[in-house]
């Protein structure tokens, strides 16, 4: 169903060392936070109805690997799926590792930390934001952020010539002049260009939260920036995903301050970018991730949801959204619609046509969905 948009003013909890403060927020009035009531929405998603095929936790509850995980990637190799994340006893704490899964005959391996932050006997930093991908040629590139924070983490990187089973040593991408610390993929998924060019949907947030983007040629050793593509004044947005058209055309959508999934079109294959705008889909300043379909639709995993304290609100629901021209969406399937937190999606479409989703559920683990989405109607 479309969504409607309607202004609203959102209620926050905002949880400071501990401790619990309520606070009021305002988005600008030009925007338009599109809120439907949550009975307008599909119901949750039930397994072998409607496309969706099946799911499963890639690890159970009561044989966690860390206490929490959370900011998960999924690729497709030739020797099958592979998924990481991040997980330690919790988000900024200097345990935190990037932690690897792979599908074998059907199964998801035990996790293994293949790298972290360790910078000296006495000193180690959070990692952050893994994701995978896989080029059509050379192996499988796996990119991550250390750092305290992320308005000061680093870009990495390392690679598996074997499915994700070992890696090589990992190696800091550099810093570029206009956005500081390279950091590769803030979030999602690249696309390879015609020529072989990996571009990397990315992001800062110490000068504003801003969108970029970093093309490499030579599978990460050396860096071309893009933009950022807005000064964050009047959104400010994060964590792009690109999206790609028969007409040549590339749009990104991105997380956003402003309650909304903020979206900038380009026409000459990511060289330049348009103005930062509002979509009709709503955001609670989450995570979100998308992908092109093979049929030329655009899907769009998200929270259908603002900040607030009225349920559903927050990360409390995940949906699917499919468009055909990236302005008019359509909410085709509710993946949680339950107290706590179901974020961060990682989506894919594989070799065979399905869809493969993965994300962060109650911090606990992660959850594989498959969906097919030749059975997911726009009517």
Not at 159 to 167: A, F, H, I, P
Not at 177 to 190: A, I, M, S
Not at 246 to 257: A, F, K, T
Request: hydrophobic share 35%; glycine share 10%; net charge negative.
């Amino acid at each position: 169903m479309f969504v409607r948009p309607v202004f609203r003013f959102a209620v926050c909890w905002l949880f400071v060392g501990g401790s619990t403060f309520l606070t009021g927020y305002f988005p600008p009035v030009a925007l338009l936070a599109a809120e439907p009531a949550a009975n307008e929405m599909p119901a949750v998603a039930v397994p072998g109805e409607n496309g969706y095929l099946r799911s499963e936790l890639i690890y159970p509850l009561d044989d966690k690997p860390t206490p929490q995980c959370h900011a998960s990637t999924l690729v497709e190799t030739k020797f099958g799926l592979v998924a990481a994340w991040f997980g330690g006893k919790h988000e900024r704490n200097d345990d935190v590792g990037i932690w690897v899964s792979r599908q074998e005959e059907g199964e998801w391996t035990r996790p293994v930390e293949v790298v972290n932050g360790v910078q000296s006997d006495d000193l180690r930093y959070p990692c952050w934001n893994p994701v995978l991908f896989q080029p059509s040629k050379g192996p499988l590139l796996l990119f991550y952020k250390v750092g305290p924070s992320p308005s000061t983490w680093w870009g990495m990187a390392t690679r598996s010539t074997d499915g994700g089973k070992t890696w090589e040593a990992p190696w800091k991408l550099g810093k570029d002049d206009k956005v500081g610390h390279l950091l590769g993929p803030v979030k999602n998924k690249p696309i390879e260009l015609e020529d072989g060019g990996i571009l990397c949907p990315s992001s800062t947030e110490h000068q504003g939260w801003r969108v970029h983007f970093e093309l490499t040629r030579d599978q990460g050793k050396t860096w071309q920036v893009i933009g950022p593509i807005h000064d964050g004044k009047e959104f400010g947005a994060i964590q792009p995903s690109i999206l790609r058209y028969p007409d040549g055309r590339m749009q990104v959508l991105c997380r956003s301050q402003q309650n909304v999934i903020a979206q900038s079109w380009s026409e000459d294959n990511g060289a330049t970018w348009g103005p930062m705008t509002a979509t009709s889909l709503p955001n609670p300043n989450s995570g979100t991730d998308a992908v092109t379909l093979a049929d030329g639709r655009q899907l769009l995993v998200y929270n259908h949801t603002t900040r607030g304290v009225i349920f559903p609100s927050g990360r409390n629901m995940l949906n699917i959204a499919l468009s055909t021209d990236g302005d008019a969406w359509r909410t085709v399937m509710t993946l949680e619609r339950d107290r706590g937190e179901y974020s961060y999606p990682a989506v894919i479409q594989t070799a065979d046509g399905l869809v493969h989703v993965l994300y962060t559920w109650q911090r606990q683990t992660l959850k594989h969905v498959v969906v097919d989405p030749r059975q997911l109607s726009q009517k």
